[in-house]
Structure formats: structure tokens, C-alpha cells
Nanobody, 129 residues
Framework: VQLVESGGGLVQPGDSLRLSCTASRFDPFELDAYAVGWLRQAPGTGREAISSISKSEGRKYYADFVKGRFTISRDNDKSTAYLQMDNLKPEDSAIYYC????????????????????WGQGTQVTVSS
């Protein structure tokens, strides 16, 4: 499984970005078997979970610091997941990673990066005026 993130860049505070995560070398049907998570890591800090979406898009989870600003979604037919980020803040600057997990995310563990089995290489998001 290969995951490729895209859509990062340099934006100003208050701007929006949409990150994409595409699974390649992957039967589109098989993406249904995985939940998708987005995590990020800023320089000098640990990686933190942002959001997760279940296999069928039935459940979505968000970290408190992005609720109301970020929206996770997925298109299994395109083997792609998305993270719409609105009202970006300088503290959102980080490398953003998508990851897949075969286990079902729940309220108590959606944020646990140990559960994620496949990772992308990350895409840089910088929010600065």
C-alpha cells in the first residue's frame, strides 16, 4: 500500500486548504477495509492526531483544536481521503500525514497512532502572514 498526500502549501491565516490522500497500487474496493486518519507534526513536537473517519464514512472524529474548522471525508471509489481545512491558524503549521488502519476507530482510540498501519510521506502546511 502506498499513500500519497498532496495539497499542502503556504497560506495566510484565515485561508483554506484541502489535503488529499490517495492510495495507489491498491484495488479501490479494498480501501473500504480501512479507516483513515490524519495526523500532523510540527517542528520540535510530537505527532498529534487531527481526525479519523471510519471505513464507511459513518463515524468521524476530530481533535478539539480543529473542530468546526476541519472536515474529513473520503471517496472510496477514488481511493482518496480528504481533509478540508478552513480558517487556518499559524499554529496549524506542520507536516500533515494520512494513515490507514484496519481496526475500527472509536472515541477512545481514534487518536492512537499505534493503531495506524500504513502511512504517507506527509505534506507541509505553513500558515503565515
Amino acid at each position: 500500500v502506498q499513500l500519497v498526500e498532496s495539497g499542502g502549501g503556504l497560506v495566510q491565516p484565515g485561508d483554506s486548504l484541502r489535503l488529499s490522500c490517495t492510495a495507489s497500487r491498491f484495488d479501490p474496493f479494498e480501501l473500504d477495509a480501512y479507516a483513515v486518519g490524519w495526523l500532523r507534526q510540527a517542528p520540535g513536537t510530537g505527532r498529534e492526531a487531527i481526525s479519523s473517519i471510519s471505513k464507511s464514512e459513518g463515524r468521524k472524529y476530530y481533535a478539539d483544536f480543529v473542530k468546526g474548522r476541519f472536515t474529513i471525508s473520503r471517496d472510496n471509489d477514488k481511493s482518496t481521503a480528504y481533509l478540508q481545512m478552513d480558517n487556518l491558524k499559524p499554529e496549524d503549521s506542520a507536516i500533515y500525514y494520512c494513515a490507514l488502519r484496519s481496526s475500527m476507530p472509536g472515541a477512545s482510540n481514534w487518536w492512537d497512532e499505534v493503531e495506524y498501519e500504513h502511512w504517507g510521506q506527509g505534506t507541509q502546511v505553513t500558515v503565515s502572514s
